[in-house]
């Protein structure tokens, strides 16, 4: 599986992103695999920012709840995650992960700038 992540960005603080992830190199659809969004600031550990699962429970991490919002499309087999409210602690490289037969995959990464 391949994920390719896209829409990463320079915004000021207050403003929206829409993240893409698209999923490739397999049969099988991004609705047959568990999901998420990881970001990992300069100098911290990644952290989960939200996920969801194959049945489509969603979880955000407590940091982003009201603000975030993940999502899936089945005819891109691409996972999204629009971002709106950006604050300077949102910057971040933000991966996309997925998780198909107890194999764990990951995206390249998008830098998001939020400037003050």
């Known amino acids: 599986v391949q994920l390719q992540a896209s829409g990463g960005g320079l915004v000021h603080a207050g403003g929206s992103l829409r993240l893409s992830c698209v999923a490739s190199?397999?049969?099988?659809?991004?609705?047959?695999?568990?999901l998420a969004w990881y970001r990992q600031a300069p100098g911290k550990e990644r952290e989960l920012v939200a996920g969801?699962?194959?049945?489509?429970?969603?979880k955000y991490a407590e940091s982003v709840k009201g603000r975030f919002t993940i999502s899936r499309e089945r005819a891109k087999n691409t996972l999204f995650l629009q971002m709106n409210n950006l604050k300077p602690e949102d910057t971040a490289v933000y991966f996309c992960?997925?998780?198909?037969?107890?194999?764990?995959?990951w995206g390249q990464g998008t830098q998001v700038t939020v400037s003050s």
């Open positions: 992960n997925a998780s198909l037969f107890s194999h764990n995959y």
């Open positions: 190199g397999t049969i099988f659809s991004i609705y047959n695999m568990a």
């Open positions: 969801i699962t194959m049945e489509g429970y969603i």
